[in-house]
Nanobody
Framework: QVQLVESGGGLVQAGGSLRLSCAASKRTFSSYAMGWFRQAPGKEREFVAAISWSGGSTYYADSVKGRFTISRDKAKNTVYLQMNSLKPEDTAVYYC?????????????????WGQGTQVTVSS
């Protein structure tokens, strides 16, 4: 079982930055692909970014490409989401998730483990 704990959310003005962290409880974290998703009120959970188990491949939603960067530190069992040039439409609860493999990397249903989420609010 993998337990994931997100942190780093908060309130920021448009144009600002935040860095989310997701700490995993299990050493085999290094074997899992990791993803970030978000869910705004009244909307479905959507893919934001993902990274392969090796860290060699990254994937981004078009809406965040060029602004967000996903990375992982295997020594710390932690994955990060650096968010720059934030917009009000980025406001959501952000979730960290883990899965085997990278097929259908954007598919919510392919992820086996989820964190509790962290709120990100971007004011205009």
């Amino acid at each position: 079982q993998v337990q994931l704990v997100e942190s780093g959310g908060g309130l920021v003005q448009a144009g600002g930055s935040l860095r989310l962290s997701c700490a995993a409880s299990k050493r085999t974290f290094s074997s899992y692909a990791m993803g970030w998703f978000r869910q705004a009120p009244g909307k479905e959970r959507e893919f934001v970014a993902a990274i392969s188990w090796s860290g060699g491949s990254t994937y981004y939603a078009d809406s965040v490409k060029g602004r967000f960067t996903i990375s992982r530190d295997k020594a710390k069992n932690t994955v990060y989401l650096q968010m720059n040039s934030l917009k009000p439409e980025d406001t959501a609860v952000y979730y960290c998730a883990a899965r085997w493999g990278t097929t259908e990397i954007t598919n919510v249903a392919e992820y086996s483990y989820w964190g509790q989420g962290t709120q990100v609010t971007v004011s205009s």
